[in-house]
């Protein structure tokens, strides 16, 4: 297959060719990580496991001042980034990439846990979802990520106004967030196509809310969510990052987890563990 054709035509994300190309990116996985990572990886995500948190752990001196934000209610929201299949299961195209990552992080049960404390709290909700449809896949350049999510057919849809195999996709919610996304208050905001909310509605959504405060989590940590809190503070919010309730992925060029750690670090105004940001939102009530 020639590169233009590779690049342009429709049929180059049909169920075959997204079934190699998953079997290409798992196989590269498993040179990534190990055995027992991968092995580990299957069980339900629980919280962060004690090797993580000392993997990560925050400096004990840091050379940075301690920067913090306060929850104000009516002010701030909940944002999370692609709580999608295909970042979050291990039937997702990505898991052989991030399921290392995300069963560290406890990741799943981390985000629910927030959703449980924002709906509780009555604090706003806003899901920022990832989703190509097939004139996405007729784009003329892309960035190494990028091709790769379209080679796999990560978060595919068969257009903007059709949910026609939706439900279990790759492009679905998570189980277990089906009951807080669709409770008829969330805001579900238009997909995001590459990192950033730069191209969809959440600015306005939040404005329209009178939302300034963001506590901002979901996939993946050094991409999606990374790119989130950049756009979010450069637009003149103030902007929190759960950091267990987020993973990335592991592969030879890198943790992705760990690269997001240092720059959340550096920019947000707040880095919190998943049991302080449901402590400070139930306070928030």
Not at 24 to 29: D, E, F, M, P, S
Not at 257 to 262: G, H, R
Request: proline letters at 5%; aromatic letters at 8%; charged letters at 25%.
């Amino acid at each position: 297959m020639d590169n233009e054709h590779d690049k342009t035509c429709a049929c180059c994300v049909t169920p075959e060719t997204v079934d190699h190309a998953r079997r290409r990116l798992l196989a590269g996985a498993a040179g990534a990580a190990t055995v027992g990572a991968v092995a580990m990886a299957t069980g339900s995500a629980t919280a962060a496991t004690e090797e993580a948190r000392a993997l990560y752990a925050d400096p004990e001196k840091p050379g940075l001042p301690q920067i913090d934000m306060e929850i104000e209610a009516g002010r701030t929201a909940l944002v999370v980034t692609d709580p999608q299949i295909d970042f979050l299961s291990e039937d997702g195209v990505t898991w052989g990439v991030v399921g290392e990552s995300v069963t560290e992080q406890g990741t799943v049960d981390n985000i629910e846990r927030l959703f449980k404390a924002a709906k509780a709290a009555a604090m706003p909700v806003f899901i920022s979802p990832h989703y190509y449809y097939p004139h996405d896949h007729k784009w003329q350049f892309e960035g190494t990520l990028e091709k790769t999510m379209h080679s796999i057919g990560m978060f595919d849809r068969p257009g903007p106004l059709s949910l026609e195999n939706f439900e279990g996709s790759g492009a679905d919610w998570m189980p277990q967030y089906k009951k807080y996304i669709e409770d008829g208050e969330t805001v579900i905001c238009s997909p995001h196509k590459v990192y950033s909310p730069a191209q969809n509605d959440l600015n306005l959504q939040l404005r329209k809310r009178g939302i300034d405060k963001v506590i901002l989590a979901g996939m993946s940590a050094n991409l999606c969510t990374q790119a989130h809190l950049y756009e979010l503070l450069e637009l003149g919010f103030e902007v929190a990052v759960v950091r267990d309730a987020t993973a990335g992925a592991k592969v030879p060029e890198g943790d992705g987890y760990l690269a997001a750690i240092i720059n959340f670090r550096m920019v947000a105004n707040g880095v919190w563990w998943t049991d302080d940001a449901v402590e400070r939102i139930a306070r928030s009530a």
